[in-house]
């Protein structure tokens, strides 16, 4: 038994802070790693452009995919439009939740139509602050996505029709069992956080799974997977009562 571990990037667009994800780059390559990036498909968020916007971005994406990294629909404009939470309850805004199904499938549809335009839609959504509600997932499974990587617990799960892949912390906690989802967002890392993360990636290079893969992960005792994502819920929510 031991810990699997995905390796996510948030909020990956043309003007990204480039010269903190180079380390993590190069350890990929070297090391075959099968990367987790969440790819904004028409970026209006001003605070994601740190660095000068690459102008070989999509065909950088498209290099990526076919080395076997999974690029995710990163929301569309990745504008925060409500303070809705969503179902799960820890995001503090949204570019979906509380939006009516109509416009919440319109811009789905447009952020779909951008990422297929430029060959690397995959179907797996990644959404903004993690805040997602009924009608997002409704709007999904009509444009045919069929995984999500947010969600409670370490297993994946059936989250009303689609396939979820947990997502808790940003750092590793390494049970034994089980998948996590690191997510990591380069803008904001320091270097001394961005080493010891290359560290961690070396040390555990062997665990790291693809999504593809993470998705197939079982628990053993079924029963678990399911106390595992309530026990979880229950304490994300928690701290975030004591943190509001
Ligand atoms: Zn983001």
């Not at 969600?151 to 979820?164: I, K, Q």
Request: hydrophobic share 45%; proline share 5%; aromatic share 12%.
């Amino acid at each position: 038994m031991t810990t699997r571990y995905l390796i996510r990037f948030d909020d990956v667009v043309p003007g990204m802070a480039w010269s903190h994800f180079a380390a993590f780059e190069r350890i990929a390559d070297t090391c075959a790693l099968p990367y987790l990036i969440g790819v904004v498909p028409e970026c209006r968020d001003p605070k994601l452009a740190v660095e000068p916007a690459r102008a070989d971005f999509w065909d950088w994406v498209r290099a990526r995919k076919a080395a076997g990294w999974t690029v995710a629909q990163h929301g569309y404009q990745h504008l925060y439009e409500t303070d809705a939470r969503g179902i799960l309850g820890i995001g503090r805004k949204s570019e979906f939740a509380g939006l009516p199904y109509d416009t919440q499938f319109q811009k789905l549809a447009a952020g779909k139509a951008i990422m297929q335009a430029e060959h690397v839609w995959s179907g797996v959504f990644m959404a903004p602050s993690h805040s997602f509600d009924e009608n997002t997932i409704k709007a999904l499974r009509a444009l045919d996505f069929t995984a999500l990587t947010d969600g409670f617990g370490f297993y994946p799960y059936d989250l009303e029709g689609l396939s979820a892949v947990p997502q808790l912390f940003a750092r590793p906690l390494g049970l034994g069992f089980g998948v996590e989802t690191i997510c990591l967002h380069v803008n904001t890392m320091r270097d001394d956080a961005i080493e010891r993360m290359i560290e961690f990636i070396g040390a555990h290079r062997q665990q790291i799974i693809s999504f593809d893969d993470a998705l197939t992960i079982q628990p053993m005792v079924p029963v678990l997977s399911a106390a595992l994502r309530h026990a979880t819920s229950v304490a994300l929510r928690l701290r975030r009562a004591v943190r509001a």
